[in-house]
């Protein structure tokens, strides 16, 4: 049974910071990739970032120069620093893991952040 524990949301005033992390759990099987995702009230989720396992790493592009993600291997933990942040960062985001041998993402409860203007 694979598990996310996801940690690190919380209230911030824009232009602060926060670092988010997740640690995987229960996996038979590396991981391909890891990501987060936020989901803002009536949108739908999106992507914010994600990083496979030999490195290579994707933004969308309204956090580009403003979040890092990074990974360790051999913990199975993944984290998104935020910098700068603004009000419209404001969502609940969710760690996510695609595991190839199963062909599953998996995905964590979530965490609140909140951005105050």
């Known amino acids: 049974q694979v598990q996310l524990v996801e940690s690190g949301g919380g209230l911030v005033q824009a232009g602060g910071s926060l670092r988010l992390s997740c640690a995987a759990s229960?996996?038979?099987?590396?991981?391909?990739?890891m990501g987060w995702y936020r989901q803002a009230p009536g949108k739908q989720r999106e992507l914010v970032a994600d990083?496979?396992?030999?490195?290579?790493?994707r933004y969308a592009d309204s956090v580009k120069g403003r979040f890092t993600i990074s990974r360790d291997n051999a913990k199975e933990t993944v984290s998104l620093q935020m910098n700068s942040l603004k009000p419209e960062d404001t969502a609940v985001y969710y760690c996510?893991?695609?595991?190839?041998?199963?062909?599953?993402?998996?995905w964590g409860r979530g965490t609140q952040v909140t951005v105050s203007s």
């Open positions: 996510n893991v695609f595991i190839g041998a199963y062909a599953l993402n998996y």
């Open positions: 229960g996996t038979r099987f590396g991981i391909n990739t």
């Open positions: 990083i496979t396992n030999i490195g290579n790493t």
